[in-house]
């Protein structure tokens, strides 16, 4: 239908058109939000599920990261025990200085160096495994050499039982590092799980969600112009009544009644302009006299020469 033929409609024809239009979509409506009904109903429980599974294992990596963190800690501060204890003994001379192969000087060293690797440097999980495995072989070489000592000095004992505890926190922050790195990947695969299934449960939320909020649209529809029909359009054709009798359309008016506005406007603005200039112009001027006082006027001094010359010197006029 062209614009020719759909301003030839009656406006009651037209309402009435909406009307069953709208009462299609209610007879259509409730057999769609069922079945979105029916889609949100299967999605939602998927996505809660898994995220539910991610989630736990999300805690249960966490919770393994921070073992791992909290025996190498541990362990770093028995290192520093242990180094104490072993220059006690070599100042009481209980203690030869090991090979330097073995010696703790380069153990701690190498675990130092090991330890700022781990925490600074950026790596994926394989490359910290690395270095914790490096760790716990470096502990194992020296408790080897403090065991075939500790037979010899009975003083040992207690730094031997230092090292032991040392190496079963390196061996379980391994285990637990060994153990988060199988769990990554898993998780990984549940987080890609979860955010497709909370894509489809988001989907099939906004379908209900659009579908149940046209029913309530095509439904206030049909009472606005049913009670349209009842109340008649006479004020609602105001305007093209106006034009067909001749009269301007409402953008017309708009349009010049915004022009006369502008039009007020500049000649206000215009007015101000002259007002100032005439004011500028009628405020008396100054003459040389009164701006400069204290230089006397060339007319003055040659009045006064003039009286001086018809003036007797006696003080008698000729």
């Not at 406006?11 to 299609?24: C, D, G, Y």
């Not at 769990?183 to 497709?196: G, K, W």
């Amino acid at each position: 239908m062209d614009a020719e033929a759909l301003l030839q409609l009656t406006p009651e024809l037209l309402a009435k058109a909406l009307i069953h239009r709208h009462e299609r979509l209610i007879e259509e409506l409730p057999e769609a939000i069922k079945q979105h009904q029916d889609d949100l109903d299967f999605a939602k429980p998927q996505a809660e599920s898994a995220r539910s599974q991610r989630d736990i294992l999300n805690t249960q990596v966490a919770s393994l990261k921070s073992e791992r963190n909290t025996c190498t800690s541990r362990a770093g501060e028995l290192r520093i025990e242990a180094a104490a204890q072993r220059e006690k003994l070599l100042e009481e001379g209980k203690l030869r200085n090991p090979d330097p192969k073995w010696a703790r000087e380069k153990l701690d060293a190498d675990l130092k160096q090991l330890e700022f690797d781990l925490e600074t440097q950026a790596g994926d999980h394989k490359r910290e495994y690395k270095i914790l495995r490096q760790m716990r072989d470096l502990q194992a070489e020296h408790e080897m050499w403090v065991e075939k000592n500790a037979a010899k000095v009975p003083e040992l004992k207690e730094y031997f039982n230092v090292q032991q505890e040392m190496r079963k926190l390196y061996d379980q922050a391994q285990k637990a590092h060994q153990t988060m790195l199988e769990l990554v990947d898993e998780n990984l695969e549940l987080h890609n799980t979860f955010v497709e299934k909370e894509e489809k449960r988001r989907i099939a939320a906004s379908r209900y969600s659009h579908s149940t909020r046209s029913l309530d649209i095509s439904k206030a529809a049909i009472d606005g112009w049913n009670n349209r029909l009842s109340k008649g359009f006479d004020d609602l054709l105001t305007d093209q009544n106006r034009v067909a009798e001749g009269g301007m359309s409402s953008i017309a008016i708009r349009r010049n009644k915004k022009r006369d506005e502008e039009a007020a406007k500049s000649a206000s603005a215009a007015s101000a302009k002259v007002k100032g200039k005439a004011g500028k112009s009628n405020r008396p001027r100054k003459s040389k006299k009164e701006e400069n006082p204290s230089k006397p006027l060339k007319n003055d001094q040659a009045d006064n020469a003039s009286t001086s010359a018809d003036v007797d010197p006696m003080g008698e006029e000729e």
